[in-house]
């Protein structure tokens, strides 16, 4: 659990209001080093092909999970678990997100974000009650809209960059990668700008199946992908670097 909380600002919204699409109670993967529930909130105004949780794209009208039940679930769970990750979806989407972060880590929790960088002011926002993000960056910035289908989409992610970076909070930047989406110079080519924006933890996560609705997607070979040269120059530009292939 999180050691010193220091809670010297109001929230501005009301956290029942967080629309939640579905819970996990234990998960040793989604946060480092954790024990962690995670919450999924609805909702994100992005296309990737290869998301793995294409049925929280919409936000519904009502919580999958009432609020109080998260916190009578995460009341009683506090001895087992070490921390709670707010994902989704894209959980900056949700206005109740700032008092939502504020409720759980008040009852003592280490406190997880994973985010796509789609608003960047949110994000500014809750830093501040957040232990630990995992932000997935998609493309090179200028390209973003092949993957996101939004166009300029790019530069709302590299601005929450700049908030995670300057917050000096602990981070993961991570890419999902697709030989039809990234080829291996474009993979090098981002790298290679994160680490000139002063990235210093970075993840390369070969697409997986998993969840994912566009078939052209799962159909594409990504046997060799990305070659032995190409990790070994994304390797050399971080001080932490990992590639998942699962
Ligand atoms: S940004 Fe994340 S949640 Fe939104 S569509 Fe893309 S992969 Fe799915």
């Known amino acids: 659990m999180s050691a010193n909380i220091s809670l010297n600002a109001p929230p501005n919204s009301t956290a029942d209001t967080l629309k939640i699409g579905g819970m996990t109670p234990f998960s040793a993967t989604d946060y480092p080093g954790m024990l962690a529930a995670v919450l ?5 105004p992005w296309r990737c092909g290869y998301c ?11 919580s999958a999970i009432a609020w109080s039940d998260v916190l009578h679930f995460l009341y009683r769970r506090s ?12 959980p900056a989407i949700d206005p109740a997100l700032n008092e939502a972060i504020w409720s759980v880590r008040k009852m003592g929790f280490a406190i997880g974000l994973h985010s796509a960088g789609i608003y960047p002011r949110r994000l500014a926002e809750v ?13 090179p910035f200028d390209r973003y809209e092949k993957i996101t289908g939004i166009p300029d989409s790019g530069k709302l992610a590299q601005a929450s960059i700049d908030a995670m970076l300057e917050s000096g909070i602990d981070y993961e930047v991570r890419t999902t990668i697709h030989p039809t989406l990234l080829d291996e110079e474009e993979i090098v080519e981002l790298a290679s700008t994160l680490a000139s924006m002063g990235v210093n933890n970075y993840a390369l996560q070969l697409f997986r199946t998993q969840g994912c609705t566009d078939d052209k997607l799962k159909a594409a070979t990504t046997a060799g992908y990305p070659s032995a040269d ?14 998942r292939k699962s």
């Open 40 to 44: 999924f909130v609805q909702g994100c």
């Open 52 to 62: 793995h949780n294409p049925h929280l794209q919409p936000r519904t009208q009502e």
């Open 79 to 90: 001895e087992l678990i070490d921390g709670v990750v707010f994902s989704g979806g894209e």
């Open 127 to 139: 830093l501040p009650w957040v232990d630990w993000v995992g932000l997935d960056i998609k493309a």
């Open 230 to 243: 190409t990790i070994a120059r994304v390797s050399k530009l971080f001080p932490k670097f990992t590639f």
